[in-house]
């Protein structure tokens, strides 16, 4: 298996000079040094590739033990594209893959590792509440129907760590081939499902503190969860 962290945006809306993976946290590391510290505990830290793009150097120096992959088109594409690059790389492996600005406790790697072992494709969620400005969710059959920010009546958030199989990754790297270039790796997904019929799980790990760090207000909530 690989894993995948997805790195390559400006993150503007953080407002940051640099990577918003970068972004330093009380607790004494950034985002990425946490997120690379609690995959470190579970998998092999040989097996992070990271998409970069906006000032991919400062990532590249302070992470020099990573492999990296480059998209150079970062400020006109999304996240569609970027994972579309990794999973390129990785045609016949399965791949672990969140995104840059995810804070979590590594304690929720031991809810998906059971799912990554049975190689079943799914998305992280958050059951226990539903922002309106979140990829939400619906289930059908017990599996994922619906996956966006637009979804009515979603029962949780995606928190953004996600898993594909190696028996599913050709017929969604297909899908994001078809997304438009500012579409999210969700598309990619939603397709997938629709046209392929893939069985995507929605893995429940409400009970371990996640979320995605993509204003002040955000950050200011992490600092509070993660002060170690």
Not at 2 to 17: C, T, Y
């Amino acid at each position: 298996m690989k894993i995948v962290i997805l790195a390559a945006g400006i993150g503007s809306r953080l407002g940051n000079p640099f990577p918003k993976p970068l972004t330093p946290l009380k607790n004494g590391k950034c985002i990425m040094e946490m997120q690379v510290d609690n995959l470190d505990e579970t998998f092999n830290i040989d097996d992070i590739n990271v998409v970069v793009g906006f000032k991919k150097n400062l990532i590249m120096e302070r992470f020099p033990e990573l492999t990296y992959i480059y998209n150079p088109f970062f400020d006109q594409t999304n996240t569609s594209k970027s994972l579309l690059k990794a999973l390129r790389k990785n045609r016949d492996k399965s791949v672990l893959w969140l995104n840059g600005d995810v804070v979590f406790d590594a304690g929720l790697l031991s809810v998906l590792k059971p799912f990554i072992d049975k190689k079943e494709s799914f998305v992280a969620v958050n059951t226990s509440k539903v922002a309106e400005e979140e990829v939400k969710y619906t289930l059908q059959g017990g599996f994922i129907d619906q996956l966006s920010k637009t979804v009515k009546n979603g029962l949780g958030e995606a928190v953004g760590i996600n898993f594909i199989s190696s028996k599913d990754i050709k017929s969604f790297i297909h899908r994001l081939e078809e997304c438009d270039d500012n579409d999210y790796f969700e598309k990619g997904l939603e397709l997938a499902i629709k046209k392929d019929g893939l069985k995507i799980s929605a893995v429940d790990i409400s009970e371990y503190d996640c979320m995605e760090v993509d204003f002040k207000e955000d950050l200011e909530n992490a600092n509070n969860l993660f002060q170690k």
